[in-house]
């Protein structure tokens, strides 16, 4: 793709507002939306509106002249030193855009974001871009407007444009109804998250009594059973309850202690709705916490009940600060199915296992071993 297209596609993304308001200014689309189609296709000419230029559009697209477009109040006075500055970065600008409409992970998304933060200048007018290509519509808008990095302060999202930021926005996505980056951006630009703050405070109406209780205070803790209606998951699950997968869980949770010490503050969950294996305190030392789901077996069936599970334990986090910073992973013995990566990248979950038989060494999306961090 040529640099002009680049910027072309830059410009679809951008609207502009009347002065002191967020309505859209009137004929905005004349420097913001013509320019970019005719850079993308190549378009000679003057045009007023895009009514008139309909006909030198492809087909497929001309339907979409009746509607608004773009999501990113661009700052003007940066808008024509962007376009220059992508003119002048245009092949490496492409190799990432490349990429972009092929992320699948959470990984592919972060190293997309660092590929983009490496660039320097006006890196800031790819953001938008970078989320309309991924299919996923996972990867955040970074959006620096101070209004909008202190609304999503009050959900322990750092204000600074960096890695950290970005994580957070990332975590928030698929949480409390957050259903992607596009609905986390116009939540957060009008002001609307103060809806999600009381579910992201992390407790469920009837479970606050569960979590005022001391450890171990009986009737708190105790739950009826449940009758499985899938006889696989109900045979599954009654095999998960042998001695020999108890010995290896034991076994797995204090191999990872053992790993862990010296090194991390760890913890576990001990009531109800927060009864998880393991979580590790800024485990990257960046700031952000993982949450660990510790699975004696590799099968599909285990990886989703692990999915339900740290999902849950995530959403009743009594401190809505540490939501927005807790990263998710299930650990298995060895490594897994390539079908059960699948499911837990797809997710956002990350997949750990031990990688010897004797339990000293942790591998897959985050490294441990006895000699290295």
Not at 233 to 247: D, E, M, S
Request: aromatic content about 8%; charged content about 25%; overall charge positive.
């Amino acid at each position: 793709m040529t640099a002009a297209r680049i910027g072309g596609l830059v410009q679809l993304t951008w609207i502009t507002t009347s002065p002191g308001t967020e309505n859209l200014a009137p004929h905005y689309e004349r420097k913001t939306t013509i320019p970019g189609l005719q850079a993308i296709f190549g378009i000679k000419g003057t045009y007023q509106d895009l009514d008139s230029l309909k006909n030198h559009l492809p087909k497929g697209i001309q339907h979409l002249r009746t509607r608004d477009v773009g999501l990113s109040n661009y700052r003007n006075s940066n808008r024509k030193k962007a376009l220059s500055w992508i003119k002048q970065s245009g092949r490496k600008i492409n190799k990432t855009l490349q990429f972009a409409q092929s992320m699948k992970t959470s990984s592919d998304r972060e190293s997309a974001f660092q590929t983009i933060e490496s660039f320097g200048g006006f890196r800031g007018a790819l953001w938008p871009v970078i989320s309309c290509l991924d299919p996923s519509s996972q990867f955040p808008i970074v959006n620096s407007q101070k209004r909008v990095r202190e609304e999503l302060r009050k959900l322990g999202v750092p204000g600074k444009n960096d890695l950290k930021r970005f994580s957070a926005l990332s975590a928030l996505i698929g949480q409390a109804g957050i259903t992607d980056a596009f609905f986390l951006d116009t939540a957060a630009s009008y002001g609307k998250l103060s809806v999600l703050k009381s579910r992201l405070k992390g407790i469920r109406p009837g479970h606050k009594k569960i979590l005022s209780k001391r450890q171990g205070s009986g009737a708190a803790n105790k739950t009826s059973s449940l009758d499985w209606q899938d006889d696989r998951l109900r045979k599954y699950v009654k095999q998960t309850k042998l001695v020999q997968f108890r010995q290896i869980h034991k076994k797995m949770t204090n191999a990872l202690k053992d790993l862990c010490e010296n090194r991390f503050k760890v913890d576990r969950g001990v009531y109800g709705p927060q009864q998880f294996d393991a979580r590790l305190w800024d485990y990257k030392s960046d700031g952000r916490h993982l949450l660990i789901e510790v699975k004696s077996n590799i099968d599909l069936l285990d990886a989703r009940l692990a999915i339900g599970q740290l999902f849950d334990y995530r959403c009743n986090s009594p401190i809505s600060a540490v939501r927005a910073v807790t990263d998710l992973a299930v650990l298995f013995p060895q490594k897994p199915p390539k079908a059960v990566r699948y499911l837990l990248e797809d997710v956002g979950i990350k997949v750990l296992w031990f990688t010897d038989a004797r339990f000293t060494r942790i591998g897959g999306d985050f490294s441990l071993s006895k000699n290295k961090k």
